[in-house]
């Protein structure tokens, strides 16, 4: 058998199987999470969530996927069909195969390239197309400044988001992703770089359009923004891919900040629980606060938002990269990747 998985089809095989072992967990957690949400939202709120579809409301995402599945996919007149039916599909796939890099133990993740980090950040970049097609192709004005400002607020988020990942680079001397978790052994990189662990993670709220940064889909002045003229199943892949953004989000900050599948403390009993498990645990609590955020924070105004990414969080993140390598180079712990 051992074999069989070294000839090219079995190779194939087997990447399918590695692929599949990481999308159905993670597929099943994205539509949980819609109704995780709304029972926090309700727990926070004092009032009752999701309680009526099967035990505890646990069916309810099996409800929203099948009211999706039976409505019709309705394309307006003046639209331009195959970009209005590819932008919902673009931002689904790149959230999915963005976690072929990521690494939920030791060695384990689909394909560990010794650039992860890039792939990483550039699949990450390229969810803006998804919403800037969709924005343009439904040509509707209300859709296009949705795109337009999604545009405007991820471009400028990802540039501290860049910044914060090249702090970790600097402290770690390589770009793969497992290796940055290893480097965590001692200390995680959330507290010895602790400012950048919170830009990181606000950022990664913009970056994701969550709220209190959720002005791409502001109800109140651009009636839900670039996907306004969706439904069905189309609306459902804008859904599904914000959520599955969320948990890549998640798992880049678990992995970047908080040890990854490392455990709190290098001692008995932590370390006999299985690495995958302390990886998911970190993701969900990274999610949660997802969610803590939305119930508490009121939206932005769109002049706040960019204040905060140009004025504030850029030149944050510029000068503690700039500290962070002086540090290094001052107290001789500059890793040999990078000297």
């Known amino acids: 058998m ?4 070294r000839t090219p089809f079995g190779m194939l095989i087997l990447m399918v199987l590695e692929a599949l072992a990481i999308l159905v967990p993670l597929l099943l957690l994205v539509a949980y999470a819609t109704v995780a949400e709304r029972k926090v939202l309700a727990a926070m709120q004092l009032r009752k969530g999701p309680n009526v579809v099967g035990p505890w409301g646990l069916l ?3 409800a929203d996927a099948g009211k999706m ?3 019709e996919t ?8 195959l970009l209005f039916l590819f932008a919902p599909m673009v931002t689904f796939t790149l959230a999915m195969i963005a ?18 980090i890039l792939y990483l950040f550039a699949i990450s970049s390229l969810g803006v197309y998804g ?3 969709a924005g343009w192709a439904s040509n509707s004005k209300y859709a296009f400044l949705g795109g ?3 545009a405007a607020q991820m471009v400028s988020y990802e540039v501290s988001i860049g910044f914060v990942m090249v702090s970790v680079l600097l402290c770690v001397g390589s770009l793969n992703l497992n290796d940055i978790v290893l480097a965590q052994r001692h200390v995680w990189f959330c507290i010895p770089l602790f400012p950048m662990f919170i830009v990181f993670f606000i950022s990664a709220l913009a970056e994701t359009n969550r709220s209190p940064f959720d002005l791409p889909e502001g109800e109140s002045e651009i009636v839900a923004g670039f996907f306004v003229e969706y439904s069905a199943m189309t609306f459902a892949l804008f859904f599904l891919g914000e959520y599955a953004n969320m948990f890549l989000m998640s798992a880049s900050t678990t992995i970047l900040f908080l040890g990854g599948w490392l455990p709190p403390v290098g001692l008995p009993p932590f370390t006999w629980i299985p690495g995958v498990f302390w990886f998911v645990g970190k993701v969900l609590a990274c999610m949660f606060v997802f969610m803590w955020v939305r119930a508490t924070f009121p939206r932005f105004r769109y002049d706040q938002l960019m204040r905060l990414g140009w004025k504030v969080f850029l030149p944050l993140s510029l000068l503690w990269l700039v500290v962070t390598a002086v540090v290094l180079v001052l107290t001789g712990w500059v890793p040999q990747g990078t000297a």
Request: glycine share 10%; no cysteine; charged share 10%.
């Open 2 to 5: 051992a074999g069989f998985f």
């Open 131 to 133: 919403i800037i097609i």
């Open 74 to 81: 309705i394309i307006p007149t003046g639209a331009n069909r």
């Open 60 to 62: 309810q995402a099996f």
């Open 69 to 71: 599945l039976m409505k």
């Open 99 to 116: 976690w072929a890099v990521i690494p939920v133990d030791n060695g384990w993740a689909v394909a560990d390239v010794n650039v992860g």
């Open 148 to 150: 337009l400002r999604s």
